[in-house]
């Protein structure tokens, strides 16, 4: 059975702060792992990794892929309280059979 | 921005009823999901469709469920007879894949299905 593991599960910091978002997987036919932003419904799609190595980059926020680990991070510099969401880790998997397996998510607290 | 769009964006219905979720993929995609989350756990997959077809469904999929597009534009859930335990948020995503090729999916803003 596919597994994504997302940790910490909930994290409190300080605007300005530095956090750093784990995700560990074990799936058969890894394609791709994908990171999104869910605030109120939808998750909203961050990045895309399928090669270990390459930071992927946007403004604050950057991830990058490990796949001899089976990791991934997120990073978000100088937090905002618009930060403020479940950041949700999903893994791309199979060939036709194409599907998503999500982490639990970590819920990520930005006080002012 | 082009987006994923579903209708209702809440759906109460007593159990045994049938009810259809209505999403409209973003127009150039050709891979289209659905998830659920039943609240407070994660998002799981149900069904992916690609070609008119069912290219892989999960164990939740079973003989109640049914997916179908039947225009250019909707892709639709049909849930039969439904169950208190189907009450959860119901998710569309839509991608430009093609086999071989996995672009990222895009989710709408879901349907939240409550059944009584």
């Known amino acids: 059975e596919d597994k994504v593991v997302q940790s910490p599960l909930s994290l409190v910091v300080h605007e300005g702060d530095t956090v750093t978002l784990n995700c560990s997987y074990e799936?058969?036919?890894?394609?791709?792992l994908l990171w999104y932003k869910q605030e109120k419904k939808a998750p909203t799609f961050l990045f895309m990794l399928?090669?270990?190595?390459i930071e992927k980059k946007s403004g604050r926020l950057s991830s990058i892929l490990d796949k001899k680990e089976l990791f991934s991070i997120l990073n978000i510099t100088a937090t905002q309280t618009g930060d403020s969401a479940i950041y949700l880790c999903?893994?791309?998997?199979?060939?036709?059979?194409?599907?998503?397996?999500f982490g639990k998510g970590t819920l990520l607290t930005v006080n002012p | 921005e082009p987006e994923v769009t579903q209708t209702p964006s809440h759906q109460v219905t007593q159990m045994g009823q049938e009810v259809i979720l209505r999403c409209v993929p973003i127009s150039n995609h050709l891979y289209f999901y659905w998830y659920r989350q039943i609240l407070g756990q994660k998002v799981e997959f149900l069904v992916s469709f690609y070609n008119n077809e069912i290219s892989e469904k999960s164990e939740i999929f079973d003989d109640q469920f049914s997916v179908e597009r039947p225009d250019g534009s909707n892709f639709t859930l049909k849930i039969r007879s439904t169950k208190l335990e189907d009450s959860a948020m119901y998710f569309c995503?839509?991608?430009?894949?093609?086999?071989?090729?996995?672009?990222?999916?895009?989710f709408g803003p879901g349907t939240r299905l409550t059944v009584t």
């Open positions: 999903a893994v791309g998997s199979g060939g036709s059979n194409y599907k998503l397996t």
């Open positions: 995503a839509s991608s430009e894949a093609g086999t071989g090729d996995h672009y990222e999916q895009y």
């Open positions: 799936v058969t036919n890894f394609r791709s």
């Open positions: 399928t090669s270990s190595g």
